[in-house]
């Protein structure tokens, strides 16, 4: 299954392209963490500007991700409602769009996915608060003192199993 368009059969006005591509070219690896969960849909004007074809309109897809923190999997819709691209023409040789609109929707995925952000259902991620803070977040650095005193902590620890 596959999108090709001819840069030669191209009219001035453009070439309006709206249809499905099959969920499988969003295939990702088994181990990845992200899966579609629909037909990637979109609703493009093709033009062509001399050495480049150029896309305009929408993409969408759904998705199931795996939540970084609770690692269950959570509904997420991406909607490319501005989508823009240019690929270039070679030799006037015809171009399979599907490869160039997968990688763009696959890039419209949040690198970190959280099930609390999720588009289609948020909930309150079971995992929250059960990890400690990850040094970079916004949170503010611990003052020294309220730092738990660790090698005290092992100190004791080695005392009893002496004693
Ligand atoms: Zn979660």
């Given at each position: 299954m596959s999108l090709i368009v001819d840069p030669r059969n191209v009219p001035a006005e453009g070439l309006q392209l709206t249809g499905t591509l099959p969920k499988s070219v969003l295939d990702l690896p088994e181990t990845d963490i992200a899966r579609a969960t629909s037909p990637l849909e979109y609703d493009l004007l093709v033009m062509r500007d001399t050495n480049d074809l150029i896309l305009a309109g929408k993409l969408s897809a759904s998705f199931e991700l795996q939540c970084g923190r609770c690692t269950e999997m959570y509904a997420q819709r991406v909607d490319l409602e501005h989508y823009g691209q240019s690929i270039e023409i070679e030799n006037d040789s015809p171009i399979d769009l599907t490869t160039t609109l997968r990688e763009d929707i696959l890039l419209?995925?949040?690198?970190?996915?959280r099930c609390e952000t999720g588009n289609v259902s948020p909930r309150?991620?079971?995992?929250?608060?059960?990890f400690e803070l990850a040094?970079?977040?916004?949170?503010p650095v611990p003052q020294e003192q309220d730092r738990p005193d660790v090698w005290g902590t092992l100190d004791q620890l080695t005392n009893l199993k002496r004693n």
């Open positions: 419209a995925l949040p690198t970190q996915p309150e991620c079971p995992a929250e608060g059960r040094p970079d977040s916004a949170e």
